[in-house]
């Protein structure tokens, strides 16, 4: 039988702060490398804690579908839990680089932007 670590308040808060980093990077534009640097030195039960972290920033109140969703929203163009068509995108960005400025345009064109450095990134690996 192997023993657990245990603990304490102090490194269960840095696990948290580590979640946090981790989902910075995994939802903006990190690399798989920067997660490997994050979690290389952590033990086992630390990494353990840093899943339960993570796992306990999701809403258990959200189906399954929607959970997916969040996890890779430019897969089903869901921005601000609102989903949008191709058409829907590509009008939106047309309206911005036109100079349309209105607050959903705006986050309509940072999800596209998004999505254009994903794949991109995706085409380099």
Same mark, same amino acid.
């Given at each position: 039988m192997?023993?657990?670590?245990?603990l304490d308040e102090?490194s269960?808060?840095?696990l948290?702060?580590l979640a946090?980093n981790?989902?910075?990077?995994?939802?903006g534009?990190?690399e798989?490398r920067?997660v490997t640097?994050l979690?290389r030195s952590?033990t086992?039960?630390?990494?353990?804690?840093?899943?339960i972290?993570?796992a306990?920033?999701?809403?258990p109140?959200?189906?399954v579908?929607?959970?997916?969703e969040?996890? #890779?929203?430019?897969a089903n163009?869901?921005?601000d839990?609102n989903? &949008?068509?191709?058409s829907?995108?590509?009008? /939106?960005h047309? =309206?911005?680089a036109?100079? #349309?400025r209105?607050?959903k345009i705006?986050?309509?064109?940072?999800? &596209?932007?998004?999505?254009?450095?994903?794949? /991109?990134?995706k =085409?380099r690996?």
């Open positions: 192997t023993t657990t670590e245990q102090t269960i808060d840095k948290d702060q946090l981790l989902v910075g990077i995994v939802h534009d990190g798989q920067e640097t979690t952590l086992r039960e630390q990494l353990i804690g840093l899943a972290s993570c306990a920033m999701v809403d109140g959200k189906s579908d929607q959970l997916l969040w996890l #890779d929203p430019t163009h869901y921005i839990g989903r &949008y068509t191709d829907q995108i590509r009008d /939106a047309a =309206a911005f036109g100079g #349309d209105r607050d705006v986050r309509i064109e940072k999800a &596209y932007q998004k999505l254009i450095r994903s794949s /991109a990134m =085409a690996r």
